[in-house]
């Protein structure tokens, strides 16, 4: 998945490399998520071929129907005899996709196969809004319904997508024309804060309507919390901090998607607003480096693969460090921040990742030993979530308020050890190590009011009622600099 194309790669605590949109669920439920539950059609296709060469269908001819769907459905069927009560199956894309079908097949035949009210299709539709005329137009929603019929399936409630609010009548003729029931047609307006959604499905009846077709009985729910949360986050007034995200890929926002989140959930959590500046690091010299930045409180270097717009990173970094502003360094930002700082306080020549000059003097990030020997670039890089050993009197330690910690990777390259001693001594402290001690997962520089960096991506356990500490940290310190 490009980040330009298709935005961040979400990875999950299992190690599996996803879709955005999980991230969005585990946001939401706040349950971590695994492998099971991302589905694509390469997983697949992958699956079965192997099953094919291995002589699992012997004798028969291997086709999209029945062997494609039934993988599909097999994925599905897989939560069955866990404790897993519903499983929700979200198909992506759009009811006609080529990339679809075989999915909507399998979805169709799962209707057939299982008792009637123990499934429900709801479908996702568009209400588009004419800006001149100022009104919502339903005859995209009837033709994808029709079209979803025309594959045997018949939505049981629709949720239209929509810049404004539905009137009844709009419902009733949504409803006449797609063949659901009125009760059925739930709107889902655009909202001031995502976080706001559930909510406003709850006061349409979504979960009413849902329960009743699955014969569940309705509870009265309880959303005080997420409610609290919500009303604490449009009280926040108007106090407002901006932070940097300095990276490649900010042509798309959605690359650092969980990035942003994070920075808002900060936002929460210290009582203010998060602007956040997306800066192309391509584009930073050093010449323009305080012009560039001299009106952020914060700057994140995230995550990030390849030589370009490296040394963009490398020049915000200096800047940051050498002038007091907050700065939290993921992944290849914990990378160049190490870079950053041998070059320029350890005063040592020809230093480099090995990522960027695999020949170089001082290799002081290089290739880890579990990556040597690897062939295929796909899907073997560490990956997943690792326990991080955090040292006595570190601000990291003062982040956590725990001694260790779980976060997630991805990537192929570490702090060289070599190193440890050269950069302690110059005052950048190593605060997490893997429980072995071998493996440098975080770095904080001792003065500067806030510097501090992880080898791993703390923003995929951010949630917005149980924000991640460094980036309230990084909040929490951005509200103290004034620029
Ligand atoms: N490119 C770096 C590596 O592979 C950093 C990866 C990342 O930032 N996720 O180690």
């Not at 094919?52 to 069955?80: A, C, W």
């Not at 998060?274 to 050093?286: A, F, G, L, M, W």
Request: hydrophobic share 35%; charged share 30%; glycine share 8%.
């Amino acid at each position: 998945m490009s980040p330009y194309e298709h935005g961040e790669v979400f990875v999950t605590d299992d190690g599996a490399e996803t879709d955005l949109d999980l991230g969005h669920y585990e946001r939401f439920t706040d349950e971590s998520l695994t492998k099971n539950s991302s589905v694509t059609s390469g997983k697949i296709y992958q699956s079965v071929i192997e099953k094919e060469r291995r002589g699992d269908y012997l004798g028969k001819t291997v086709q999209v129907i029945p062997h494609i769907t039934n993988e599909i459905k097999e994925k599905i069927y897989s939560f069955e005899n866990t404790d897993v009560d519903i499983v929700i199956t979200e198909l992506g894309g759009t009811v006609g996709d080529m990339e679809g079908l075989a999915f909507i097949e399998a979805i169709r035949q799962i209707g057939l196969e299982i008792p009637k009210e123990d499934v429900i299709y709801i479908h996702v539709t568009l209400l588009p809004y004419i800006y001149g005329s100022n009104e919502l137009k339903s005859k995209p929603t009837q033709h994808s319904v029709k079209e979803l019929q025309s594959f045997g399936i018949k939505p049981d409630i629709l949720v239209c997508r929509s810049e404004l609010e539905m009137t009844d009548d709009m419902k009733a003729k949504i409803a006449l024309f797609c063949n659901v029931r009125k009760e059925c047609v739930i709107q889902n307006l655009t909202a001031d804060n995502l976080y706001a959604v559930p909510l406003m499905l709850e006061e349409e009846g979504l979960a009413k309507a849902v329960c009743e077709h699955l014969h569940l009985e309705k509870k009265t729910p309880n959303n005080k919390e997420w409610e609290k949360m919500i009303e604490n986050i449009r009280n926040i007034g108007n106090e407002t901090v901006k932070i940097a995200i300095v990276g490649k890929y900010v042509r798309l926002e959605d690359s650092y998607l969980s990035v942003a989140e994070s920075l808002r959930h900060g936002g929460y959590a210290n009582n203010v607003n998060v602007d956040i500046k997306y800066i192309d690091s391509e584009t930073i010299t050093e010449e323009n480096v305080d012009e560039i930045l001299k009106d952020v409180q914060g700057i994140v270097v995230p995550g990030g693969f390849g030589n370009r717009g490296i040394q963009g990173k490398i020049n915000a970094i200096k800047y940051v460090r050498e002038n007091n502003i907050p700065f939290l360094g993921i992944c290849l930002g914990m990378q160049m921040a190490v870079v950053e700082f041998i070059r320029n306080v350890c005063g040592l020549e020809d230093v480099d990742s090995e990522e960027f000059s695999p020949n170089c003097k001082n290799p002081v990030i290089h290739i880890m030993d579990t990556q040597k020997n690897i062939e295929n670039k796909g899907g073997t890089m560490r990956l997943g979530a690792y326990p991080c050993i955090l040292k006595e009197g570190s601000l990291a330690k003062k982040l956590y308020k725990k001694d260790e910690i779980s976060e997630r990777h991805r990537h192929r390259y570490e702090f060289n050890n070599d190193y440890r001693e050269i950069v302690e001594k110059n005052g950048l402290k190593i605060s997490g190590t893997s429980p072995d001690g071998l493996l440098v997962e975080m770095v904080e520089y001792e003065k500067h009011p806030y510097f501090i960096a992880g080898q791993f991506h703390p923003e995929f356990k951010s949630r917005p009622d149980r924000p991640q500490p460094l980036f309230v940290g990084l909040v929490e310190a951005a509200k103290k600099c004034k620029r």
